[in-house]
């Protein structure tokens, strides 16, 4: 089988699961989940399953490329002038934007929270540079950077039984854009999971 196809069956694969997480499983698994530490230690298992499992498997597989993940010939130096500038501006953007709304959330400082928000951000880099490798495959690097984009938010209105708040929508797509612009300056998935924790703890700051 073409390595360009099996991608887009396990990209395909990632959105059937999700869509049927979000509307099926995921309102059973909250109607009859136990008080139980054996329930969060099997609904981390699974999500962990969700996030790194595919890619970790179409990456053995060769059906996607580590160098369009960001994880091969990692440069250290190369882009880093661009990224930390991109960093800079979207970090001062996002503030400007909460100072305006007057939303600063001091309760939002805890720093036990900090690990939490380096898991989503991992979770969610991988995800999304899952999706984007699997779109330069076929596009190239700009190109597949924007439809990796379009994939990651467009995978959010596959739930039907709550749709995405203006809130998260934003808040979604303003760390996507950002890690986004990094990674066609660096090629490098730990310069946008940096950038990617930097701003969610900032903005979880924000109330949203």
Known sequence: MDYRLEAGLWVALSLALYGLWSNYLAPLWAAKKPEALWAEVLQEIAFGL???GIPAIALIRG???PR?????????????GPSIQAAIFFASLLLVIGLIRGRID????DPGLALVTFKQAFYLQLHWAFYRAFAITLLGLPAGTLIGWVLALGEGFLSFREKLKPSTLFYLGSLAVATGVVFLFSRNFFYCLALHWLLSEMMRRLKR
């Open 50 to 52: 969700y996030f790194m």
């Open 63 to 65: 059906a996607i490329l």
């Open 68 to 80: 369009f993940m960001g994880f091969t010939h990692l440069d250290w130096l190369g882009g880093i």
């Open 106 to 109: 001091p309760e939002g400082a």
